[in-house]
Each structure stands twice: as C-alpha cells, then as structure tokens.
C-alpha cells in the first residue's frame, strides 16, 4: 500500500476528519500569565491540582503567585496520585464537589492533569463512578454538556494530557488501566511552560519522551480514518479518529524532534535546546494523538503496568511497585511495529527515517525491522528495560497480560490491522527481550 493510497476513499467510509484543537501558550516564563489567563476565563475561586512532588518546585510557586495577583481565591489539592485510582479520582471529585469552584487549574503531569479533569467532571454532573468511564468497563455515558474553565500547565514532557479529552486510572479490583473519553474533558487552555523540564531526573525524562514518541508513532501508524464507518450522525464521530492529514503533521515533527533531542534530554539536564524540544515534541504529539488516537502499544501497556508486581524504577516517589506510563508503552513498541509494518511499510519506513535511522535502501520488507531497531537502539541508550522480563514477566503471564490487553477494544480498533487475544500473546513475547 503506497502513500497516495494511505487515505483512499470507499462507499460506506468515512470521507471527513475533524480538527478541534485546544488553545495553548507555549514559551520559558509562560506561567507568570496563569492568573491573567484564568481572569479572563471568568474563574475568581479555583481548585488548584498539583502532587507532593510538584509542590515545591519554583514553576508551581510561579503559578500560585500569578494566580494571587490577578486576585484569584486558589484552594490547593495536592493529594494526585502518580498513575491515578479510581479511589483517587473519587477523592479529587469529593475536594471538588465540596470546594463549589468555578475553575480548575492542573499544575504537573499527566497524572494531575487527568485527575482535575475527573474531579471537573464528577463535580459539576455528578453520577456513578463508572457512569462516564469507557465501556465495556464502563456506561461510556455522554457528558450532558460542557465543564467549568480548566488551565492545565503540564511540568513534564510527556503525557500531553493538556491537549487531550482523555483522563486515564487504574481500576483497582479489576487491575486494569482504563479511562473516560470525553469532548468536554479536554482542557480550556494549555499553558505549556518548557522551563518546567529542567528538574526533572532523567529515569523522568526518559520515560515520559518515550510516551511522546509513542504517540506519535501510533498516531502516525493508526488506523486510517478513511477506514471506519462513515457515522450516520456526524457528532456520533469517535474523538479518535484515525490516522489523518492533520495528525500526520504533529506526528512527523515530534518524530523528528523526539529522535533528536530525547536521549540528548536524558543525558543533559542542563541541554536547554534538547529539554525545550522534547515539551514542543509533547504538545505536537498530544495535539496529533489527542485528534488521532494511539492503538497497540497502548493498549498492551495498561495490563503491563496494572499488573506489574515488584518493578520500582529510579526517581520514582513512595515504595509501591510501579510502571511508569512511558516505560510500560514504550516496552511492548519494538514488537508491536514488527507486526504492524505489513499494514504500511512505507509509513514504518517515514517513521523510522524521522526518528534518525539510516533508512537508504530499506525495502517494503525491512521496515519492521527498520523501525524496532531504531527504537530498541533509543531504550538501550537511555537504560530502559530490556523487554518486559527486566519488569518481572514470563511466559505464564502472557495469558493474563493479552486478557488486559484485549479488553482495551476501543483503543485495538485504532490498530492498523485487526488483532485476536493469540495475536496479543504473540507481540508480548516478542517483547519478552529485545538484546
Ligand atoms: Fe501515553
């Protein structure tokens, strides 16, 4: 399949994209203008969401200043668990419902911004906790209409989250990743201060760069939208669409940036050039994700991370085992794109080539190869796991990792090519180990 092909038009399918981007300001010192911003979205007493790791660092200081100069009454939470609960999100949502604000601003990463999102949400239509949540987890109910003003101010490069009408959890009794997928979720306003990255531990960055790059390959490599059912009622259009014209052009320019730059970031803190690309690299990423939508990586990485037992990575706050998002979808993305490259070799090959790897004389047959190679060459050099066994998995848990997987339909319908629960299996143990 050629590229003037990619986005071929059938009876039946869908013939339009959608593009609803979210406002942002981008530059170093951008959050001195949070409290003008949130004047100006009619906000006068705002929840502020942060975590224990963020609220001591010079930007949320910044961002409290500039909120109490524009006269704004702030009311702190700083109780956001990294990879957020349900119970967690219930907490946020009961500050919330019990503070009566009328806005919301997130200072952090993915993890707070998603978390203001669901205690927006539940505060202003409240309901059952999985009233909202995707189904078949949850109802998937439509929110009845639009949230109070949120400013979300990522600090890591990462999640693009600020971008995004997305809010991810882990379900405790079912030990698994899920989510609520939601228009009126995404936030106001993006203020998107890269100055906020030159904190940040490299397990941090790498981890986070990698969810950026993930992103962008599986936005870029998605499911065309040319290839779902053309909706018979145009605002029944999913929020994720496939892949597209519009979130090719964020793609590919992370993908350049992000092979640049990522294990330069790693590496350096004090590398401005490559710490300020990599948060650019995030938000073009999040635009063309949060417009497109990811598809196997992700997918397979919530079973990754829900199940994972005794993993505790450098730089990562408390005692429990954990997966960082990042580090849980990056793991399985070498093996998923050796899959995946029948569906659009040249895609995989564009890919790859964007990213940095020598790619002359690639033939349509090469670029799966192509492609996991100049991943696995970019986790070696940043000291990422070596495959989902440096994690703590075996082949006794490939049954109950592709059952996780398997349950994230809506995400495996982005996927370019249909995948049964025996295909899962198959692309976790080719995750087994990489060198
Ligand atoms: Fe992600």
């Known amino acids: 399949m050629s590229c003037c092909h990619y986005y071929a038009y059938a009876e039946g399918c869908e013939h339009v994209f959608a593009v609803d981007p979210t406002a942002i300001r981008f530059g170093p010192g951008v959050i001195r203008e949070l409290g003008a911003e949130a004047a100006a979205l009619g906000m006068k007493r705002v929840a502020l969401f942060t975590d ?64 203001a999102k669901a205690a927006n949400l539940y505060a202003t239509y409240p309901a059952d906790f999985l009233a909202y949540v995707n189904a078949p987890i949850g109802e998937a109910r439509p929110v009845p209409g639009p949230l109070k003003p949120h400013i979300a101010c990522p600090t890591t490069s990462g999640t693009g989250s600020e971008c995004t009408a997305m809010a991810i959890f882990d379900l405790l009794e079912r030990h698994v990743k899920t989510g609520i997928a939601a228009k009126p979720l995404k936030p106001s306003l993006a203020l998107i201060d890269p100055d906020a990255t030159t904190t940040l531990p490299p397990t941090v960055v790498a981890a986070s760069g990698f969810d950026v790059l993930s992103h962008a390959l599986e936005s870029y490599t998605a499911r065309p939208y040319t290839m779902r059912t053309a909706p018979g009622d145009p605002r029944t259009r ?50 063309a994700f949060g417009n497109s939508g990811v598809h196997l990586p992700h997918g397979m990485a919530y079973s990754v991370a829900g199940l994972i037992r005794d993993y505790r990575p450098d730089h990562y706050p408390g005692d429990e085992a954990i997966c960082p998002h990042g580090i849980s979808v990056i793991i399985d993305a070498p093996s998923v794109f050796r899959f995946t490259a029948p569906t659009s070799p040249e895609r995989h090959i564009d890919a790859a080539a964007m990213l940095g790897a020598d790619t002359r004389g690639a033939t349509p047959g090469d670029a799966g190869e192509v492609l996991a190679g100049r991943l696995i060459d970019m986790m070696r050099a940043t000291r990422m796991p070596n495959g989902i066994a440096d994690l703590g998995y075996g082949e006794s848990d490939l049954p109950a990792l592709s059952k996780g997987a398997y349950a994230q339909q809506r995400i495996l319908q982005n996927s370019p090519v249909p995948v049964t629960e025996d295909d899962l299996q198959t692309i976790y143990r ?4 990489y060198w």
């Not at 503070?99 to 997130?106: I, T």
Request: aromatic share 8%; hydrophobic share 45%; charged share 20%.
């Open 52 to 115: 224990k790791g963020v609220v001591g660092i010079p930007l949320f200081a910044a961002a409290r200043a500039s909120l109490a100069a524009a006269g704004i009454d702030v009311v702190i939470y700083d109780d956001v668990r990294v990879e957020p609960t349900d119970a967690s999100f219930k907490d946020a949502a009961r500050f919330a419902t019990e503070g009566k604000f009328d806005g919301y601003v997130s200072v952090g990463g993915g993890s707070v911004i998603d978390t």
């Open 238 to 287: 999913p929020i994720y669409q496939g892949a597209n014209p519009w979130s090719d052009i964020g793609c590919a320019e992370a993908l350049r940036r992000t092979g640049q730059y990522l294990v330069r970031a790693v590496d350096d803190a004090t590398d401005v050039e490559a710490r300020h690309g990599m948060m650019f690299a995030a938000t073009l990423a999040g635009i």
């Open 430 to 433: 080719g995750a087994t180990r």
